[in-house]
């Protein structure tokens, strides 16, 4: 493809506001170069000359960007509990500052959920979420923080409204000072070592995928990475049976705190 890669990534932030220095180079680098091709198009400079008059390859090149399988407050009921009685719940047991793990993250969605919940009550220069995934890909994903509407419709509007920018009308990118606030770190929940001290674990709709026998090694490590009486937030499809054989006692439906 001709001319500057380096000079293509800085146009492409200034029209969509799209940093792909957050996507491993070599990997975008050829998909993209496949996309501007099938145009019939060989330089960087006419294809980006080209899609700020040409809405339709505009919007092409966004979607073909963007991440369509995350979603935002899933199962917003649980979030509603999370904020009316479990946050509540865990600052008085351990005061403001809170240490929060999101684990097996995926695309992001989970942990800056959190933030922006959090931020009803804390200043985003006080939050912290530790945030890890086993797919460094995914992570990458993640940092660039860029999202279709679908992902969204489960937030509340008041968060789309203030903490993402319209790249268009399928596509939105989440605010820098959200993105902050997310510490993302590559981890195997089988075999590496688990944060310690935490007051808050989030771990959704990933367990589904495990072994009885890993489950219950996973749940043992997430017990003993929480203090004792902080809480496991877990998904709609895995509520654990007998949680006091592993620690825990029911604290809300998806809640379980350390005993």
């Keep these: 493809m001709v001319d500057s890669y380096e000079v293509f990534k800085d146009q492409i932030l200034k029209l969509t506001t799209i940093d792909l220095n957050s996507y491993k180079e070599r990997q975008m ?10 145009h019939n198009i060989d330089s960087y400079s006419t294809y980006v000359n ?10 092409e090149f966004v979607t073909y960007l ?4 995350s979603e935002f407050y899933r199962n917003p009921e649980q979030w509603q509990i999370l904020e009316k009685e479990v946050y509540p719940y865990l600052t008085n047991q351990f005061g403001k500052k809170l240490k929060i793990w999101s684990a097996a993250c995926s695309t992001g969605d989970e942990p800056y959920s959190l933030v922006m919940l959090l931020s009803k009550f804390l200043p985003l220069s006080q939050i912290k ?3 890890t995934d086993i797919d460094k890909q995914i992570l990458e994903k993640a940092q660039c923080g860029l999202y279709s509407d679908k ?3 489960g937030l509340p509007q008041e968060f789309v409204t203030k903490y993402f920018t319209k790249i268009n009308d399928k ?3 989440i605010n820098d000072e959200i993105k902050k ?3 993302f770190r590559k981890h195997d929940l089988l075999k590496d070592s688990y944060p310690d001290s935490c007051d808050l674990i989030v771990c959704r709709n990933v367990l589904i995928y495990f072994t009885e026998e890993a489950k219950i090694e996973i749940y043992k490590k997430f017990n003993n990475a929480l203090k004792r009486e902080g809480i496991l937030f877990v998904g709609s499809t895995e509520q654990i049976i007998q949680p006091q054989t592993l620690g825990f006692t029911s604290h809300k439906s998806f809640f379980y705190k350390k005993i």
Excluded: P
Excluded at 66 to 69: F, S
């Design 171 to 173: 596509s939105y990118k």
């Design 66 to 69: 963007t991440i369509n399988v």
């Design 29 to 38: 680098k050829r998909r993209i170069d496949a996309l501007i091709t099938k």
């Design 181 to 183: 606030c997310v510490e």
């Design 129 to 131: 979420i530790i945030a």
């Design 151 to 153: 992902s969204l419709k």
């Design 50 to 59: 080209t899609i700020k008059t040409d809405k339709v390859l505009y919007d």
